[in-house]
């Protein structure tokens, strides 16, 4: 007689999704990601909540030398993204010159990180996501960042 084998236990992680950044990627998907005018790259962000109705997206910049990390830069801001299902989802087309100031980029080497703020309908923040291009929080490979000619 032949004993059925019972699958081992699995953890499943059933928690509810409050806030977070499901998906953060850049088209075309060719690592590392170089851009110009000539070459824009789209950015897509999508989110996943169960409490929020809005997001307002916000996304940085922070140039990566040799001898140090220098301070963000602003170089998209969307508000009042509207989340239906749970979901919201935006895209841009990034050239290196899409700064709030109106202002280019240098080039170089250049981290790019994305700040989603949840909103409920009276515009009071229930919750944040960060999430840096690469998706590494402590260290920074040269395939994450992104090159600006």
């Known amino acids: 007689m032949k004993k059925k084998s019972r699958p081992a236990a699995v953890k499943k992680n059933t928690a509810p999704v409050k806030y977070r950044i499901s998906h953060f990627s850049i088209t075309p998907a060719v690592k590392p990601v170089t851009v110009s005018r000539s070459r824009p790259v789209q950015i897509t962000v999508q989110v996943e909540t169960q409490e929020a109705l809005r997001a307002d997206y916000y996304f940085y910049m922070r140039q990566i030398t040799r001898e140090k990390i220098l301070p963000a830069v602003r170089i998209f801001y969307y508000p009042g993204s509207r989340i239906v299902n ?64």
Not at 90 to 95: E, G, H, L, R
Not at 122 to 142: A, E, I, Y
């Open 86 to 149: 749970g979901r919201s989802q935006i895209q841009f087309n990034f050239s290196g010159s899409l700064l709030y100031n109106g202002k280019r980029l240098p080039a170089g080497a250049w981290l790019l990180s994305c700040d989603v703020i949840f909103k409920n309908e009276n515009n009071h923040t229930l919750g944040k996501s960060t999430m840096s291009w690469g998706g590494r929080s402590q260290s920074v490979l040269p395939e994450d960042l992104i090159y600006i000619k």
